[in-house]
């Protein structure tokens, strides 16, 4: 659940959230149905915001869910969304769902990741790719970035490792220019800090190679002497009530030429 130091209050937040926003008092006031005179009563302290207007105020800075929670007891209220265990019967339905939604995607790999890139669920698409790693990465719980970036991992199999590395901390900055995450910000610096291994001396035959499309960067991995093509979709929950599916994310890996889709398909037994 969400915690804040003592002493913090919500204006300064508010405003923090605004500045990182890059919004103005007037701009957010208009947003709001409120005015800029109250805007900046609210985050200087000569104003204590309703519950009401706190959450309508996150939304239209658009604060995610677990810091809303901080917002709020910034402010002396309770928090409004809960953080609920993935094993709680109360989300057996969205884990039943989920479950069929990775058996339904195979033979392409798809995987569910926390905030913090902490693997949820994985289908056997993705336990394909991880096939022969060291133990140390595959431990409970499994870190997807560490994986995936580190060079005893996934790392030197990933024909495009420069452009994909690029592309993964790109997006986890973006993620932290959301987020207030601590944690986010310590497995960033971790995996950025990873040495890059050399690509290899001699690039193993394809079958059938296509040019990479130009819609979106692709991830081009090594398995067993074929070179794999994916396009990676990500997946959130719309509008989310509780903390813990708001955090989560659903990353599928689409074939992206037909000699990945033949490849696959011939593993299905």
Do not use: C
């Not at 947003?31 to 939304?59: K, Q």
Request: glycine share 6%.
């Amino acid at each position: 659940m969400a915690t804040v130091a003592p002493g913090t209050r919500v204006g300064p937040l508010l405003r923090g959230w605004r500045e990182r926003r890059r919004v103005s008092q007037l701009e957010l006031a208009l947003r709001a149905d409120s005015s800029a005179r109250h805007i900046s009563f609210i985050e200087t302290g000569r104003s204590r915001p309703s519950e009401e207007m706190i959450l309508r105020l996150a939304e239209h800075l658009e604060v995610p869910v677990r810091e809303r929670n901080a917002l709020l007891l910034a402010a002396g209220y309770a928090p409004r969304y809960a953080e609920t265990s993935l094993d709680d019967p109360a989300l057996g339905a969205l884990r039943e769902g989920l479950e069929q939604l990775l058996h339904g995607y195979e033979p392409y790999p798809a995987i569910i990741v926390d905030g913090t890139y902490t693997v949820v669920a994985a289908n056997r698409g993705i336990a394909m790719l991880l096939d022969g790693l060291p133990e140390h990465l595959l431990t409970p719980p499994l870190n997807a970035m560490r994986i995936t970036l580190h060079p005893e991992g996934l790392a030197p199999r990933i024909r495009n490792l420069r452009e994909w590395r690029g592309h993964l901390l790109a997006q986890m900055e973006r993620q932290i220019a959301l987020a207030r995450s601590t944690e986010l910000r310590e497995l960033h610096d971790e995996v950025a800090a990873y040495p890059v291994p050399d690509p290899p001396a001699t690039e193993p035959p394809p079958s059938d190679p296509a040019p990479a499309p130009p819609f979106a960067l692709p991830l081009r991995i090594e398995h067993e002497g074929h070179v794999l093509s994916f396009v990676s979709s990500i997946s959130t929950f719309n509008t989310p009530m509780d903390v813990t599916v708001a955090e989560l994310a659903i990353e599928t890996l689409l074939p992206a030429d037909p000699a990945t889709v033949k490849y696959l398909q011939s593993l299905t037994p």
